[in-house]
Structure formats: structure tokens, C-alpha cells
């Protein structure tokens, strides 16, 4: 499981964030200060920085991290917009996301730095003709050799179920770990979204060989 080292003082911004990037399958570390950092990141897959922290500001931080650990990736998220606050945050940092922002284009974000890089623990799952690099999820056609490319509630439906090989999930489990919500009986949307993630992963949409169907039940990927 990837490691998110996130460090965020407004607990309400921090609570939330965090609490998304766990239901997307992180395993978030959240501090509301620098302190003790530079240990914490030593068991992380990528950071997420404040600017605006008690203490030593995100930008001292952000720049000891990079040099303690050149590899590591540093996404810096601040309430500062100016050009100079951001040239100052790319100096160490990988990506710099200014606030307010939406969750999904900080997952998608967050996948794209893990891409570029050395990945700790990885592992390399093959499903059919899927080749499936963790923790970053980059998911590539065998076949052709191209990165399929899924939305953001694809992709999460898709690793959801990949942390449960050959179980047995509901439509309830599912929709609610990805949404984050309440599942209504009757509800549509999940098996419109499972259909074009299909449509993006399967050889044969029509007779899935990845992603199964359990009549009545709900679905999962074969172990």
C-alpha cells in the first residue's frame, strides 16, 4: 500500500483529506506540524506539504526532506497562490496545488508523481493482459503496450478491488468505499461505471475475464 507522509495544521482541511486519500487506498500519515518529519518520511511513498505551519514553515521543511531523501516525491498544497510562493515550493518540490482544489485532480496528481519515479515495494500484478505496477497503479496493455488510462472513480473502483482478490464484494461495499456514501437499492451508477471501466481493461467486454459478476450479489476480480 502506497505511504502519503501529509502534513496540514487546519484540522478540518487535514481531516477530510486525509480521510479521501484513505478511501482511495492510501495509507495516510497526517501531522499537523513539521516535527519529526524527517523520520516520518523515511517510511513514505510521497509527501504533501503545507506552506503555512506552526513551527518551521513548509518550505524549510519541504527543502531538508529533498535533501535528506532526492527521490522522494513533495507535493506542496497552500492557500498561497502568489508566482513567487510558487517558484520558492518548486525549487524542492515535484508539483505545487494551490487551495481550494477538488480531490480528484489531487489523486490524479498524487499518481502522477508516483509514476515518475523509483517506487519502494514495488510489485508488478499481471492480470489477463493487464500488467499492473504497485503502489502507483499504472496500468498497461501487454498487448500493445500502451498505459490505459481510467477517471478517477474508475480507478478507484478497480484498486478497491484489487485489494480484495477473488472476494466477493457488494454493490453496497463497493459504492460506499468509493463514494463515500450511502449506496440507494436501485442505484445505477456503480454498474455504469463498472461498464466503461470494462470497456477500458477487458478484452472482451462482453464476457468479462477480469472484473466477474456475481449474480445478485455484486462483483470481483477473479484471484
Do not use: C
Not at 489523486?107 to 503502489?135: F, K, N, S, Y
Amino acid at each position: 500500500m502506497t505511504r502519503i507522509l501529509y502534513i496540514e495544521d487546519d484540522r478540518d482541511i487535514g481531516s477530510w483529506t486525509s480521510g479521501d486519500l484513505a478511501k482511495r487506498g492510501y495509507e495516510v500519515t497526517w501531522r499537523t506540524s513539521g516535527e519529526h518529519a524527517g523520520e516520518l518520511a523515511q517510511e513514505a511513498d510521497l509527501v504533501i506539504l503545507d506552506v503555512m505551519l506552526p513551527g518551521l514553515d513548509g518550505f524549510t521543511i519541504g527543502q531538508r526532506l529533498k535533501k535528506q531523501q532526492p527521490d522522494l516525491p513533495i507535493l506542496v498544497l497552500s492557500a498561497r497562490t502568489a508566482v513567487d510562493d510558487k517558484l520558492q515550493g518548486l525549487n524542492f518540490a515535484d508539483d505545487y496545488m494551490t487551495k481550494p482544489f477538488h480531490p480528484e485532480e489531487l489523486a490524479a496528481r498524487i499518481q502522477v508523481l508516483l509514476r515518475r519515479g523509483p517506487q519502494r515495494d514495488e510489485q508488478t500484478l499481471m492480470l489477463e493482459h493487464l500488467r499492473i505496477l504497485l503502489p502507483g497503479g499504472q496500468i498497461t496493455d501487454t498487448r500493445t503496450g500502451e498505459e490505459i488510462l481510467l477517471s478517477g472513480k474508475q480507478f478507484q473502483i478497480f484498486m478497491y478491488l484489487l485489494r480484495h482478490p477473488g472476494r466477493v464484494l457488494t454493490k453496497e461495499q463497493i459504492y460506499e468505499a468509493v463514494w463515500g456514501e450511502p449506496y440507494l437499492d436501485g442505484d445505477k451508477t456503480l454498474n455504469v461505471h463498472i461498464r466503461y471501466l470494462r470497456e477500458k481493461i477487458e478484452a472482451d467486454p462482453s464476457q468479462p475475464a477480469i472484473i466477474q459478476t456475481v449474480r445478485g450479489i455484486g462483483f470481483r476480480v477473479r484471484p
